[in-house]
């Protein structure tokens, strides 16, 4: 790992580093490493986990208390940019003390682009919501493509709605693609990144016919460039009764790996294969960890 500053100035360091609970050894790495973070082996198990409650259960208290002190700070007019990175990290932390081992490669390429970027991935759980904030925020300001319905979840939505994600219904295609491309470029053009999930709907694979072209159109209508990210996020698992809320610890290992910044040329088809390509080639060679 190579040291370096990649602080931003949006970012309050010191009240990110004190912020609440254990776990400072990612906080420490990001704001002095380039491209690679492993969650250290002897990673010591929340107080819960100790307590010997069920490690689902265990862990969904602890996300319960992230989302209900964000509703309030929603409600407040409170949760800013700072304010999400921190409860991203406390999830995070969650995730590492009931045994979760991140391994995160290539954040080097956000700093590669000066202005903002669109961020195009994969989606297997629920996970990459909650925890891409406190990789991509140090970086870049950033907003969310999500589903429409999400904003009407009790507690979560007027959190996330406070992050003026860009709302798409699902349902028609050709107006979902107008409101990505307007707000899109409105918040590119503010210098706000944004993040699409061209999948729809989460998949423990990557399936081309489901993985549509929103995000290429979208830079190459905005002029900006791509960012893929391949992750490997089924240690959340999807709920059989609410999505979002599934069993959680096996596989213990998590991957979230960035690509090169690429600009589209031409119609974007080649570009759009290239992240294909990359998330396809990501997962297929990521090496079994000890675990």
Known sequence: MLVSSIQHPMINWDLMINNE????????????????????LERKPCLLKKLHL??????????????????????????????WLGQSRRVFDAVESHGGIFHIRGLDNLRKVQGPVVLISNHMSAMETVI????????????????????????FGPLLKSREPIAVTRKNPREDLKTVLQKGEENLARGRSVMIFPQSTRYLFVDPE??????????????????????????????KLMSDVGAIGKPRDIY?????????????????????????????????KAS
């Open 21 to 40: 609970g254990p776990g400072d050894e990612f906080m420490e790495y990001i704001t002095q490493y380039d491209t690679e973070y492993d969650t250290p």
């Open 54 to 83: 069920p490690v689902s259960a265990s862990f969904y208290v602890r996300l319960g208390r992230v989302i209900f002190d964000g509703w309030q700070a929603a409600r407040k007019g409170v949760y800013d940019n700072i304010f």
């Open 132 to 155: 891409l904030p406190s990789l991509i925020l140090p970086f870049k300001s950033f907003t969310f493509v999500v589903k429409e319905t999400l904003l009407t979840y009790p507690f």
């Open 210 to 239: 489901h993985f549509n072209t929103l995000g290429i159109k979208l830079a190459k209508r905005a002029d900006v460039p791509v960012i893929p990210i391949a992750l490997k996020t089924d240690f959340w698992k999807i709920g």
């Open 256 to 288: 979230f790996i960035f690509g090169e910044p690429m600009t589209i040329q031409g119609t974007g088809k080649e570009e759009h294969q290239k992240v294909i390509s990359f998330i396809q080639n990501s997962l297929a060679n990521i090496e079994p």
